[in-house]
């Protein structure tokens, strides 16, 4: 077993981990308002494949940028769609 | 030709090293296209879920979670299944790398399977959007919402799931044929990141589609 192996096999053992807390936490007691900090988890484990398993750390420069690229206009869609509901007054009609 | 390449190295490529880093790269770029397609639906998820939280969380309780929990499990070993075999073939084993894919493959399917399942689950017990329809009341239309959601998101991942299967095979049976003995492991490493992002598609979606909505 070479240390590539070795390092395979710590990441999936943390994605197994991970995931397990995740299905765990989720039985607990939390408001329905904060549950998706449920989503935490599986970002961190997305984290870890790109870093582990897709080996982003060792890949060509370009293709980093492409991958921080792809994050930032994820942000970018999620964070202006999001600012319509949450900003929006909602009023009730009358009559 | 006056130009001398090596083998698998296309002229335009300076070098082989050269070749490999455009396909990486090729292959990141065609992933962050793909973040942005799924992440058209996770805006639907949160916009939807916004408005009608107690609807979609209604939709939500009727998955199949021990589907769900056991497909996040054999996507997540199935990608330490075949980096392991792009380890094993790095040091020239490619019977090993051959026996990794096979295996990758069969996790694949029996992930599939489960999916295919799942839907006969879902629709046999009404929860198909349009017609009949098992939320009733207040919450009928934010659950239809989410079923709409959770049959769309699912079918594109189960699309991409049977292209990496067929990928993966594809490159079982160039390893079968000798196609890396040389040390070109340039395809290996491309599937893999694509087999890799179909599996953080499923991380991300299991907690939206099972957990969170979960009393």
Redesign the interface.
């Known amino acids: 077993m070479?240390a590539?192996?070795r390092s395979?096999?710590l990441?999936?053992l943390g994605?197994?981990l991970a995931?397990a807390l995740?299905?765990g936490v989720?039985f607990l007691a939390i408001p329905?308002?904060v549950?998706?900090i449920?989503?935490l988890?599986?970002?961190g484990?997305?984290v870890l494949?790109?870093l582990?398993?897709?080996?982003l750390l060792t890949?060509?420069d370009?293709?980093?940028s492409?991958?921080i690229?792809?994050?930032f206009?994820?942000t970018v869609?999620?964070g202006l769609?999001?600012t319509d509901?949450m900003t929006r007054a909602v009023y009730a009609v009358i009559g | 030709m006056s130009e001398e390449v090596a083998p698998h190295t296309h002229f335009q490529y300076a070098d082989a090293r050269h070749q490999a880093?455009t396909a990486?790269?090729g292959?990141?770029?065609f992933?962050?296209?793909e973040?942005?397609f799924f992440?058209?639906l996770?805006?639907a998820w949160?916009?939807c879920r916004?408005?009608q939280?107690a609807g979609f969380?209604a939709g939500s309780r009727e998955t199949v979670l021990w589907i769900g929990?056991v497909n996040?499990?054999l996507l997540?070993?199935s990608?330490?299944v075949?980096?392991?075999g792009l380890?094993f073939m790095?040091?020239g084993n490619a019977k090993r790398l051959i026996q990794c894919c096979v295996a990758t493959m069969a996790i694949g399917s029996l992930f599939l399977l489960l999916k295919f399942y799942e839907w006969h689950i879902d629709i046999s017990e009404h929860l198909f959007p349009a017609g009949p329809f098992k939320i009733n009341g207040a919450d009928a239309g934010g659950a239809r919402m989410f079923w709409s959601f959770y049959f769309v998101a699912t079918a594109l991942h189960a699309a991409h799931m049977i292209v990496g299967v067929g990928l993966v095979g594809w490159i079982a049976l160039q390893a079968r044929r000798g196609a890396f003995a040389d040390g070109w492991l340039t395809p290996v490493?491309v599937i893999?990141?694509y087999w890799?992002?179909v599996?953080?598609v499923w991380?991300?979606l299991?907690?939206?589609i099972?957990?969170?909505?979960?009393?």
């Open positions: 070479n590539r192996h395979d096999l990441i999936w994605l197994l995931a995740e299905f989720s329905q308002g549950r998706p449920l989503i988890p599986s970002i484990m997305a494949v790109a582990g398993f897709m080996r890949a060509p370009i293709a980093k492409f991958a690229g792809g994050i206009w994820l869609l999620l769609a999001m509901p | 880093e990486l790269s292959m990141w770029l992933l962050a296209s973040v942005l992440g058209g996770i805006v949160t916009f916004h408005w939280p969380d929990t996040l499990f997540i070993s990608s330490f075949y980096s392991s380890a790095e040091a490493e893999g990141l890799s992002f599996d953080i991380i991300v299991y907690p939206i099972y957990l969170v909505g979960r009393e």
